[in-house]
């Protein structure tokens, strides 16, 4: 990553803790997720990994539509959002307000959180639906792991990938 993205990512994590944003240390995060307006209301356990454009809504801006009619007068929907321990949080997904997600739970690109994740599952799509387990997935990717020489993998990645994913044609 360039070192001006990175001064970037820096300046708005730092930005979003002084607004009160909880998140443990040893959080990774690959690009610049959008912490969103609340970002005091968001708190992010150990050991999680934020994908980019990763999008934090702790808010339903949608009541604006009605809040100043006298029925609906200054109704506004606010929520915490909690990532527990232990979490992928995939490109390109959306939290919405009042979710909490995992512990040990990967939500996978793309997707809409609309409601809470459970523990040790994987969770894809728009609405995000439970696809399987943690541990089903675990075995998944062991099954199809291939066998990469991890030294030469380490000196040339790019080499090692397409010596087992070469090019179609």
Same mark, same amino acid.
């Given at each position: 990553?360039?070192?001006?993205?990175?001064?970037?990512?820096?300046?708005?994590?730092?930005?979003?803790?002084?607004?009160?944003?909880?998140?443990?240390?040893?959080?990774?995060?690959?690009? =610049?997720?959008?912490?969103? *307006?609340?970002?005091?209301?968001?708190s /992010? +356990?150990?050991?999680?990994?934020?994908?980019?454009?990763? $999008?934090?809504?702790?808010?339903?801006?949608?009541?604006?539509?009605?809040?100043?009619?006298?029925?609906?007068?200054?109704?506004?929907?606010?929520?915490?959002?909690?990532?527990?321990?232990?979490?992928? =949080?995939g490109?390109?997904? *959306?939290?919405?307000?009042?979710?909490? /997600? +995992?512990?040990?739970?990967?939500?996978a690109?793309?997707? $809409?959180?609309?409601?809470?994740?459970?523990?040790?599952?994987?969770?894809?799509?728009?609405?995000?639906?439970?696809?399987?387990?943690?541990?089903?997935?675990?075995?998944?990717?062991?099954?199809?792991? =291939?066998?990469?020489?991890?030294?030469?993998?380490?000196?040339?990645?790019? +080499?090692?990938?397409?010596?087992?994913?070469?090019?179609p044609?």
């Open positions: 990553m360039g070192f001006l993205l990175r001064w970037f990512q820096d300046y708005r994590l730092k930005k979003a803790k002084a607004a009160g944003l909880q998140i443990a240390d040893d959080c990774r995060m690959e690009g =610049l997720p959008f912490f969103g *307006t609340e970002p005091y209301l968001i /992010i +356990g150990k050991h999680v990994l934020i994908s980019s454009k990763v $999008v934090f809504l702790t808010h339903d801006g949608s009541t604006y539509l009605f809040r100043d009619t006298p029925e609906y007068h200054r109704v506004m929907k606010f929520g915490r959002i909690t990532v527990h321990d232990n979490c992928f =949080l490109y390109g997904c *959306t939290i919405l307000p009042g979710v909490s /997600i +995992g512990p040990n739970a990967i939500v690109a793309g997707a $809409v959180v609309t409601k809470d994740v459970p523990p040790n599952s994987v969770v894809g799509g728009v609405p995000a639906k439970v696809l399987t387990t943690l541990s089903d997935y675990a075995d998944k990717c062991k099954q199809a792991n =291939l066998p990469y020489d991890f030294e030469n993998f380490d000196r040339d990645k790019r +080499g090692e990938l397409l010596k087992h994913l070469p090019y044609w």
